[in-house]
């Protein structure tokens, strides 16, 4: 697999993170819920990574006209602000 090493801003989030997160607050707010859904459940540990490709996996079910557009690399920067 060839993926693009990150570059980091000064705060530890890669660069353009949180211009990212502004436009798809939406993302974030699917992720919360599931998140608080599976802390219901007892669990005190989950993979972000399982929360985001269920996301995508949702998304990808409801609009299949088009490639997903959900390239979340590193998930589990989300945990900070949960």
């Known amino acids: ?3 693009a090493a990150l570059q980091f801003e000064d705060d530890g989030y890669p660069v353009g993170f949180w211009l990212w997160l502004r436009q798809n607050e939406h993302i974030y707010s699917a992720f919360k ?3 608080f859904q599976m802390a219901l459940t007892g669990r005190t540990r989950y993979s972000a990574r399982t929360i985001v490709e ?3 996996w949702k ?4 609009d299949t006209a088009r490639p997903s557009k959900l390239t979340i690399t590193t998930p589990r920067e989300w945990l900070d602000f949960s």
């Open 33 to 35: 819920h599931l998140a």
């Open 1 to 3: 697999m060839n993926q």
């Open 59 to 62: 998304t990808d079910l409801s």
């Open 54 to 56: 269920g996301i995508r």
